[in-house]
C-alpha cells in the first residue's frame, strides 16, 4: 500500500510541476488556483466524481468522457482540463487528488505561502487564530496560512506544525512526560 501511495504521489508530482510551469510562463497562476479549488471542492464533495477516478470497471473511454463532462460544466481552462484528459488517455486519473494538493502547494511556495497545521483541543477563536497566525509569520518569514481541526483528546493547549518544526503545548503530552519522568524516578 506504501508503494502504491509513493507512485500516486510521484505521478501527481511530475503533473503538476508540468502544469505549474506552464501556468507560470502563461501567467496564468491566479486562474489554475481557482481552478484547482473548484475542482478540488467537487472531488471532494462528490463521492460518485471519486468512483470515476479509481474505477477499474470503467474504460479508458468512459473515464476520460466523465471527467471532461466535469470540466467542460466547471468550465475549467484549457491547460487543466487538457492536463486532466490526458490524465484520463494514460489512465492516470486516481492521482487527479494528488495533482491538485501537488499544485496547491507549489503555487502557495511560489506566493511564499507555508500552511501550518494545527490541532487544538478546542476551536480557536478568531483573534487566537490571528494572533498565532502573525507570530508563526514572523518566525518563518513568510505568509502563514493554518489548516485548524480540534481533538479534544488533547485536554487542553495544541499542536503546531510548521513545516519539519513541530511544537506541542497539548495537555496531554504534558501529562504523558510527567507519566515518564515519575516512572523513571519509581
Request: charged letters at 25%; glycine letters at 8%.
Amino acid at each position: 500500500m506504501a508503494q502504491s501511495a509513493s507512485i500516486t504521489r510521484t505521478v501527481a508530482a511530475r503533473y503538476a510541476q508540468a502544469v505549474f510551469d506552464i501556468a507560470r510562463a502563461e501567467g496564468a497562476l491566479d486562474d489554475l488556483s481557482r481552478e484547482v479549488d473548484v475542482l478540488a471542492e467537487a472531488i471532494e464533495g462528490s463521492e460518485d466524481l471519486r468512483g470515476v477516478l479509481t474505477s477499474p470497471v470503467l474504460s479508458r473511454e468512459e473515464q476520460s468522457g466523465a471527467v471532461s463532462a466535469v470540466a467542460d460544466a466547471m468550465k475549467l481552462g484549457p491547460l487543466l482540463k487538457n492536463t486532466v484528459a490526458l490524465m484520463g488517455e494514460n489512465r492516470r486519473l486516481f492521482a487527479l487528488p494528488q495533482l491538485l494538493t501537488a499544485l496547491r502547494g507549489l503555487m502557495a511556495e511560489a506566493r511564499g505561502e507555508v500552511t501550518a497545521q494545527v490541532v487544538s483541543a478546542q476551536a480557536l477563536s478568531a483573534a487566537q487564530a490571528e494572533r498565532l497566525t502573525r507570530s508563526l509569520s514572523e518566525k518563518s518569514g513568510k505568509t502563514v496560512k493554518l489548516d485548524t481541526t480540534v481533538d479534544e483528546g488533547l485536554i487542553g493547549g495544541m499542536i503546531v506544525q510548521l513545516g519539519s518544526q513541530m511544537i506541542d503545548t497539548s495537555v496531554r503530552s504534558k501529562l504523558t512526560s510527567l507519566k515518564n519522568t515519575m516512572k523513571e524516578v519509581g
